[in-house]
């Protein structure tokens, strides 16, 4: 069983920036790859980025250059640093644990975390 929290979302203007945190509870953490997908209003969940082991990590292509995705294995949690925000990053974002599968689909992910809502003004 693994179990996750999100925090650190919040309002923030068009070209700020914000980090979410995701405390993960599990009894292997380090073997862990966590991912983050946002859900915007009215859409489905999507992929945002994925850690694997260490320093592996994926991004999506509209996040790729403007978040970062990293995680700490003394404190059992993985932040996503996003600078540069857009409106159309508004929405719930979720970490998760990857089961199997390609990384980029949530339904490869087992463990969600509840969700933190981001908030872009323009």
């Known amino acids: 069983q693994v179990y996750l929290v999100e925090s650190g979302g919040g309002l923030e203007h068009t070209g700020g920036s914000m980090t979410l945190s995701c405390a993960v509870s599990?009894?292997?953490?380090?073997?862990?790859?966590i991912g983050w997908f946002h859900q915007a209003p009215g859409k489905e969940r999507a992929f945002v980025a994925v850690?694997?082991?260490?320093?592996?990590?994926e991004y999506a292509d509209d996040v790729r250059g403007r978040f970062t995705i990293s995680r700490d294995d003394a404190k059992s949690s993985v932040h996503l640093q996003m600078n540069n925000l857009k409106p159309e990053d508004t929405g719930v974002y979720y970490c998760?644990?990857?089961?199997?599968?390609?990384?980029?689909?949530?339904?490869?992910?087992?463990?969600w975390g509840q969700g933190t809502q981001v908030t872009v003004s323009s």
């Open positions: 850690i694997v082991g260490t320093d592996y990590v």
């Open positions: 998760a644990a990857h089961s199997a599968g390609t990384y980029v689909f949530a339904r490869n992910y087992k463990y």
């Open positions: 599990s009894r292997s953490f380090s073997r862990q790859n």
